[in-house]
T-cell receptor, first 108, second 115 residues
């Protein structure tokens, strides 16, 4: 099972674009990359999932280079309510391994 | 379409008592997963169930912990003779039938406090 590495914490300001990069050097051929967001005292919320290249939805974009050894979650024009922990996971089935995530703090 | 529901949201037990945590998956989802989360840590997989079947319980302690997902009714995570170390947030997730990398949708969690 692949292990992911992401920054422990990040700060940014309202209105900025935030990019959180995740390393997964041992990603397997069948593995997808999934990002979740978690607010205090709540369950994780699915943000985006991808396999390669770029995926975009109404909330975020996910950039995956050709070697798939890393991925970058991009949050456009963040607001204070985007302050949360963001988890990067890789896996080919239900066995998702959760790291400690990236604590993102958005300042006014 | 209601999301994943868990109850109770908060549960206080004394050492030695039993804790029962319930999870109702999203409509149309037949797969349930239980996770445990300690403060400032990521989630840790415990068990994966389908209706009336335990598919993978490799993350669940061999003793005192059990899980079920009956044909009718919610999934239950049961912790017998709780100890202080069982204090944590327990999250349930559900997904449609797994054929690849299905997204797991999480409930709000049950926070268990053992006194």
């Amino acid at each position: 099972l692949a292990k992911t590495t992401q920054p422990i914490s990040m700060d940014s300001y309202e209105g900025q674009e935030v990019n959180i990069t995740c390393s997964h050097n041992n990603i397997a051929t069948n593995d997808y990359i999934t990002w979740y967001q978690q607010f205090p005292s709540q369950g994780p919320r699915f943000i985006i999932q991808g396999y390669k290249t770029k995926v975009t939805n109404e909330v975020a974009s996910l950039f995956i280079p050709a070697d798939r050894k890393s991925s970058t979650l991009s949050l456009p024009r963040v607001s204070l309510s985007d302050t949360a922990v963001y988890y990067c996971l890789v896996g080919g089935n239900y066995q998702l391994i959760w790291g400690a995530g990236t604590k993102l703090i958005i300042k006014p | 379409n209601a999301g994943v529901m868990q109850n109770p949201r908060h549960l206080v037990r004394r050492r030695g008592q039993e804790a029962r945590l319930r999870c109702s998956p999203m409509k149309g989802h037949s797969h349930v997963y239980w996770y445990r989360q300690l403060p400032e840590e990521g989630l840790k997989f415990m068990v994966y169930l389908q209706k009336e079947n335990i598919i993978d319980e490799s993350g669940m302690p061999k003793e005192r912990f059990s899980a079920e997902f009956p044909k009718e009714g919610p999934s239950i995570l049961r912790i017998q003779q709780v100890v202080r170390g069982d204090s944590a947030a327990y999250f349930c997730a559900s997904s449609p039938p797994v054929t690849g990398q299905e997204t797991q949708y999480f409930g709000p969690g049950t926070r268990l406090l053992v006194l």
